[in-house]
């Protein structure tokens, strides 16, 4: 039995939400959570908004004192210069982002970023203090022709290649097949390529590291479909799209614990 990893519930809203909406929303999901006395020792939860809200939203946290943690969506490679249109991580930093979400699959199919540029932007996030949850995940026609963890171990191995032992770095798996189609993984096909992707960090990094370090899935989680994930040993939390944009929806998945009756 390994290090209690603490659960890790994310909200990925991607390009919803202005920061006005932000607010209110933020606001809600904090009254929701505290109504149903969560902690977040217990499970931490996170919103990931876009740039443009993250400065209304960690002031909202940080002046109520919101048990909820916030994060950027993507970052630069470079920390600063002539790249126009780009974030560095030292500017998340300053807005007390905790998380920035790294090679998303979305990122990946159209802005066409690879392997490499992913592993260089999870550097950058470690260099400026930002946790980087990298993604990685197969297409369907990836598991057609390689099986279910060939491609998003591989993804992954690229970006291990460039960390030491002790990076702080969440992993999130996200099937590219299961994102806002409807159709989840099963959890056991999650708990398979989740096994395989901490065997891969063990085998690069050690049994300590892959041990500590958090491994979400993500791809259509709902309420309904959240406890079944949890109960597997090597899902330590999601990475939630659709569903993070509703708020009684996104705090019944933080409530997971309720519904898989363990933890
Ligand atoms: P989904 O998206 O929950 O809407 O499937 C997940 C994601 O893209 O992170």
Redesign the pocket.
Same mark, same amino acid.
């Given at each position: 039995m390994g290090v209690a990893r603490t659960p890790l519930i994310a909200g990925?809203w991607?390009m919803n939400l202005d920061h006005l909406q932000a607010i209110a929303f933020v606001q809600k999901l904090a009254w929701s959570l505290r109504d149903a006395k969560h902690s977040s020792n217990e499970v931490e939860v996170a919103v990931f908004p876009p740039f443009t809200d993250l400065r209304s939203v960690q002031t909202l946290i940080a002046a109520d004192k919101l048990e909820l943690a916030h994060g950027a969506q993507d970052l630069s490679a470079h920390d600063s210069g002539a790249y126009t249109g780009e974030i560095s991580g030292a500017f998340l930093s300053a807005l007390s982002c905790r998380y920035v979400i790294i090679g998303? =699959?979305?990122r990946r199919q159209y802005h066409h970023e690879d392997d490499a540029l992913v592993a260089k932007k999870t550097v950058a996030a470690l260099r400026h203090g930002v946790t980087p949850v990298v993604?990685v995940g197969e297409s369907a026609e990836d598991l057609a022709e390689h099986g279910p963890s060939a491609v998003p171990v591989a993804q992954l191995r690229v970006v291990l290649d460039e960390l030491t032992t002790d990076a702080e770095f969440v992993v999130?798996y996200?099937p590219v097949w %299961?994102? $806002? =189609?409807g159709q %989840?993984a099963t959890p056991e096909q999650a708990q398979q390529v989740c096994s395989a992707l901490r065997a891969t960090i063990a085998e690069t990094l050690g049994d300590d590291t892959a041990d500590r370090t958090r491994i979400l899935y &993500? &791809? =259509? *989680?709902k309420s309904g479909n959240i406890a079944g994930f949890m109960n597997q040993s090597d899902v330590d939390g999601a990475? *939630? &799209? $659709? %569903? =993070?944009l509703d708020v009684d929806e996104f705090s019944a998945i933080a409530r997971f614990p309720k519904h898989v009756g363990t933890v």
């Open positions: 990925n991607k998303h =699959s979305e993604c999130a996200e %299961a994102i $806002g =189609s %989840a &993500g &791809g =259509s *989680v990475l *939630v &799209g $659709g %569903a =993070s």
